[in-house]
């Protein structure tokens, strides 16, 4: 099977970036990323990139007059990059239909908390003030809005009392950088469908044919 080309879009730290970079290392993903595009030029995750050879560039936007030229640009990185399968992976701005619809079924997302719950930017604070026992991560495909779209995996993170904010984040952190590879490990291993708002996930000797991601 050819490995699928990843489009890792990052805002910040990168960690989960760093994640993926250390399972396709390790031998445990069928993929390379082929750009990482971070929205902010001083994001630590370029700095990961570089220290593991991955092409990266910044697309800023402000440095677009609007949103629509901004979005045109990211899809321009992609394209170019011959990119199969787009990650948000902190990415912290709205990713628009100029990307979305040149990639159906190849956008996914990460969210810090178990959609449709606290949903935005906060998800692991407002979930710790709400005072919830059990939290999580999601990987969902994206759409139109923010944090909407459907969920293709979930884990849970207990919430433990006197938590702070950073002790939970440390939790959250760690299931996604379980989570998120492993939703691309089984995209790219076509063992994901998807019938409107459900997805399901195929067992590896399946009959059924999942969605399509490397072309
Ligand atoms: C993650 O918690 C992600 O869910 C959220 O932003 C954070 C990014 O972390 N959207 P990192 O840049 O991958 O370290």
Redesign the pocket.
């Known amino acids: 099977m050819p490995k699928a080309k990843l489009g890792v879009l ?10 993926i970079i250390d399972r396709i290392e390790a031998g445990r993903l069928n993929a390379e990323i082929s750009v990482v595009i971070s929205s902010k030029r001083d ?3 370029l700095r990961r990139a570089a220290d593991h050879g991955i092409n990266s560039v910044a697309v800023v936007r402000k440095d677009h007059k609007n949103a629509e030229e901004f979005n045109l640009a990211i899809l321009k990185e992609l394209q170019d990059n011959q990119v199969d399968l787009v990650v ?5 701005l709205l990713i628009g239909s100029e990307v979305l619809s040149a990639y159906p079924n190849r956008v996914i ?4 908390a178990l959609l449709p719950s606290f949903p935005g ?1 906060n ?2 604070k407002d979930a710790l003030d709400y005072g919830v026992r059990i939290t999580g ?1 999601t990987v969902h495909f994206a759409d139109k809005t923010f944090d909407t779209g459907p969920i293709i995996l979930q884990d849970f993170v207990p919430v433990h009392q006197n938590d702070s904010e950073e002790e939970l ?1 440390k939790r ?2 760690k299931t ?2 379980e989570l998120l590879p492993r939703a691309i490990h089984l995209l790219v291993e076509g063992r994901i469908r998807r019938d409107g708002r459900k997805v399901s996930i195929l067992g590896r000797n399946s009959e059924q044919k999942g969605l399509k991601i490397t072309f």
Do not use: C, R, T
């Open positions: 990052i805002s910040g730290d990168g960690s989960n970036l760093q994640a994001a630590y995750g948000l992976a902190g990415f912290m997302n990460l969210h810090p930017d998800g692991i991560v984040a959250v952190h996604e950088h």
